[in-house]
């Protein structure tokens, strides 16, 4: 059973960079069918999907267009273990965060399981 | 505004069958892009409900369902109980700005 475990910290200052981490159990980071995702949520955005990490041979990162140039996901293979920085951070990046693995499908992926959640807030 | 669109809320008695609709466009659903549909209770993390818009992963009553046709998707819980009142999501893969993963809105399920 694949288990996702988030970490990281829930107050975050406007122009500053939000760290999080998501722990892997039951599967690995380097798995070639399985992609690794952080989503986020808030009123007014709802779900969105800010981007993702995978290995196929080589490793490769997607981002969604309204994050891309302040965002970063990276892996940690010796901790099993992948990570988002998002700098610059301001007001409207305030949200519930959640890490999630890609599952690989017929025409697109799907996301199961997902992690505990973390609600970062932007705040001086 | 959420590239797929899904009414807010439905609500049902007990025992009874609702229904619930995704609408996309061509860059979505109608260009033939699986559905997902995921369950979010209170406080919780959007769980899988149904993949590949009809499969139910395993421990998932077979109560819950999906279909897809053109570019709309339904997903249809029958015999409705107390904890299925939840916020329910649909998801696919939107290509006019690739890579985009896209959700739909919500819809708040009200079991009365």
């Known amino acids: 059973q694949v288990q996702l475990l988030q970490s990281g910290p829930g107050l975050v200052k406007p122009s500053q960079t939000l760290s999080l981490t998501c722990g892997i159990s039951?599967?690995?980071?380097?798995?070639?069918?399985?992609?690794w995702n952080w989503i986020r949520q808030s009123p007014s955005r709802g779900l969105e999907w800010l981007g993702r990490t995978y290995y196929r041979s080589k490793w490769y990162n997607d981002y969604a267009v309204s994050v891309k140039g302040r965002i970063t996901i990276n892996p940690d293979t010796s901790k099993n273990q992948f990570s988002l920085h998002l700098n610059s951070v301001t007001l409207e990046d305030t949200a519930v965060y959640y890490c999630?693995?890609?599952?690989?499908?017929?025409?697109?992926?799907?996301?199961?399981?997902w992690g505990q959640g973390t609600l970062v807030t932007v705040s001086s | 505004q959420s590239v797929l669109t899904q009414p807010p809320s439905v609500s049902g008695a007990p025992g009874q069958r609702v229904t619930m609709s995704c609408t996309g466009s061509s860059s979505n659903i109608g260009a033939g892009y699986d559905v997902h549909w995921y369950q979010q209770l209170p406080g919780t993390a959007p769980k899988l409900l149904i993949y590949?818009?009809?499969i139910r992963p395993s421990g998932v009553p077979d109560r819950f369902s999906g279909s897809k046709s053109g570019t709309s998707a339904s997903l249809a819980i029958t015999g409705l109980q107390a904890e299925d009142e939840a916020d329910y999501y649909c998801q696919s893969y939107d290509n006019s700005l690739s890579p985009n993963w896209v959700f739909g809105g919500g819809t708040k399920l009200t079991v009365l």
């Open positions: 039951g599967d690995s980071v380097s798995s070639n069918r399985a992609a």
């Open positions: 999630a693995r890609g599952v690989v499908g017929a025409t697109t992926n799907w996301f199961d399981p």
């Open positions: 590949g818009n009809y």
